[in-house]
């Protein structure tokens, strides 16, 4: 899902608070517009403004630097920036280095936060004629592919389908992948790449064998409480499961969520987990999903919003 930029923010306070939640919106709200959503106790969400924003651009993907309070948005396909929750300013634009890329703004796909580089992580598609994870200096908009994470060119790169495991060091990445030679679809998977200093572990599988994407398959990734979770969907029943996923196998969390989670919008924080479903069970929708991974305790949040405002990008903090 694709917004253009305006922001919001969540917190359970109604304020920023300690924590919450930033994403993008678009349509009704105005172009422009840095806006937040309160929680309100009887389990719904509001959508209020914070600041103006006076970029125009079209976002494609963030990340959330949590200790110092800053979503970093990449946009138009080369400009980077980040805003500083506390300040609720926009920094001034970086320019990517695009240069070495043969695919463009797809050089940049998956953003991630590492505390320890003090760097962006991200699925750089055609570094240098290369697929392979790589950093990304905020400061600087240089490009720099990490060592032993390269992947062929016949995957293409599902949108949603990356989580990071900061602690561990490893990229979780989805791939719709063709046999080389002759085409055959070989079907989505999950991909875990070690990128620490040190990396040497390469490519590993840690979930295939599905057909499609709507086959039960855990397309929108996050990483909290030590495992990989994803959000699977079914075709045939029209509802979501959250999932831990570990061994080539899934093991169902929390069942019963009615339609699908928007792409880019699963994170954790807190320990808990946050996404936005498309649907409600009541069949309205869309509703900020709330699960408490110690509990396992799933919240529905149902958002009021202005008619035409769409939702994208949520991130944690």
């Known amino acids: 899902m694709i917004a253009l930029c305006a922001v919001l923010a969540l917190a359970n306070s109604g304020g920023l608070g300690s924590g ?8 009704g709200l105005g172009l422009g517009n840095y806006a937040a959503v309160s929680v309100f106790g009887n389990g719904t969400a509001a959508v209020t403004s914070l600041a103006d924003d006076k970029e125009s651009s079209v976002t494609s993907d963030s990340a959330m630097d949590a200790e110092n309070r800053r979503h970093y948005l990449f946009s138009s396909g080369f400009v ?7 300040a609720r300013t926009f920094s001034k634009q970086v320019y990517v280095d695009l240069d070495p890329c043969t695919g463009g703004g797809e050089c940049v796909a998956e953003l991630f936060w590492d505390a320890r580089r003090a760097q962006l992580l991200t699925v750089a598609m055609g570094l240098n004629n290369v697929n392979t994870m790589a950093t990304l200096d905020p400061a600087t908009g240089k490009l720099a592919a990490l060592p032993n994470t ?55 599988v840690v979930l295939s064998g599905y057909r499609s994407l709507d086959d039960g398959f855990p397309g929108r990734l996050a990483f909290g409480g030590g495992e990989l979770l994803g959000f699977a969907y079914d075709s ?16 169902p969390i929390v069942g019963g969520i009615a ?56 991130r944690a903090y």
């Open 236 to 251: 045939d029943s029209k509802a979501s499961t959250l999932v831990g996923i570990a061994n080539n196998a899934t093991t």
């Open 20 to 27: 919450g939640l930033v994403g993008l919106t678009s349509g």
């Open 259 to 314: 339609g699908g989670v928007a792409s880019r919008t699963t994170s954790v924080a807190r320990g808990k987990l946050y996404a936005i479903a498309l649907f409600t069970a009541a069949g309205g929708g869309p509703a900020v999903l709330e699960v408490d991974l110690a509990s396992k305790n799933l919240t529905v949040l149902e958002l009021q919003l202005p008619d035409g405002v769409d939702i994208a990008q949520l």
């Open 150 to 204: 390269s992947f062929v060119s016949m995957c293409g790169l599902v949108e949603g389908g990356a989580a990071y495991d900061a602690e561990g060091q490893v990229m979780y990445v989805t791939l719709d992948c063709y046999a080389p030679g002759n085409g055959t679809i070989v079907g989505p998977a999950i991909y875990s790449f070690d990128v620490s200093p040190s990396a040497s572990a390469g490519m590993r």
């Open 80 to 86: 980077l920036r980040h805003f500083d929750i506390d």
